[in-house]
């Protein structure tokens, strides 16, 4: 990738900064709020504006891309060599087998009272997030779709680019994913090494298989499967009155 200019730092500062800092002092505090007094379509509104976020950004790296003509290989969006995409889809491959056997599991364990609990308290950090109904389950395949596409792009294409452009490809890894545990503290400072090991496993993926196609396609199915594990735990939890939600 040739040398930042005024409009990649533009997008630095708003994706590193001005975005999560939003989010976490102002945006998410205050959805919590409103889904703890059970405000209509709050999760709604959280998706809509997650969506629409995600994808602002995503189309200002694209539109910086085709306005100075810059090579597409320089954001992994281009096809990759045979051995590569063979390696993509293999991983691809191993990963959607992997959550349709976890969702097996986890639906076999909703049976049990104790272990519905026990999720429930798992996936406490993240209730605001997570469907509680038929269409709010559809608003958040939407938002794994789209923070599978344009995380990607921002993070495994535009910041790791920049970085491994002024640092290496080693460092880019590193310090991007680091980065992409940080910017999602808003989720809880418990989270951020969490995610940021999410960001290295996708990382990696990138590099191994040379695109980011594959990665999207990864990121999109932890997302959904996440999403879909809230729901069903949720669920069986209003079903059972003994498996009572955890309150935070």
Request: glycine share 8%.
């Amino acid at each position: 990738m040739k040398t930042a200019g005024l409009f990649d730092y533009i997008a630095l500062i708003a994706i590193l900064l001005v975005e999560p800092v939003i989010s976490w002092l102002w945006y998410w505090p205050r959805c919590m709020r409103a889904i703890h007094e059970r405000v209509p379509g709050t999760r709604a509104r959280l998706y809509g504006v997650t969506i629409a976020t995600l994808w602002v950004f995503t189309l200002y790296i694209l539109a910086l891309w085709i306005a100075e003509g810059r090579p597409w290989s320089a954001l992994r969006l281009d096809s990759a060599g045979p051995l590569r995409l063979g390696i993509g889809a293999l991983l691809v491959a191993g990963t959607i087998a992997f959550f349709l056997q976890q969702a097996r599991k986890v639906q076999k364990a909703l049976a049990r009272p104790k272990v519905v609990a026990r999720l429930r308290e798992t996936f406490s950090f993240a209730d605001p997030f997570v469907p509680q109904t038929s269409g709010e389950r559809r608003g958040f395949w939407m938002v794994s779709i789209s923070a599978g596409i344009c995380e990607e792009i921002v993070y495994r294409g535009f910041l790791m680019g920049l970085i491994a452009a002024w640092l290496g490809v080693v460092p880019a890894v590193i310090l991007s994913s680091i980065i992409f545990g940080c910017v999602h503290i808003y989720l809880g400072v418990a989270q951020v090494p969490r995610v940021a090991i999410i960001g290295l496993v996708l990382a990696l993926v990138v590099v191994a298989s040379g695109s980011l196609w594959p990665a999207m396609i990864i990121h999109a199915a932890i997302d959904m499967s996440s999403g879909e594990t809230g729901f069903r735990v949720g669920r069986a939890a209003s079903a059972a009155p003994e498996a009572a939600p955890v309150t935070s």
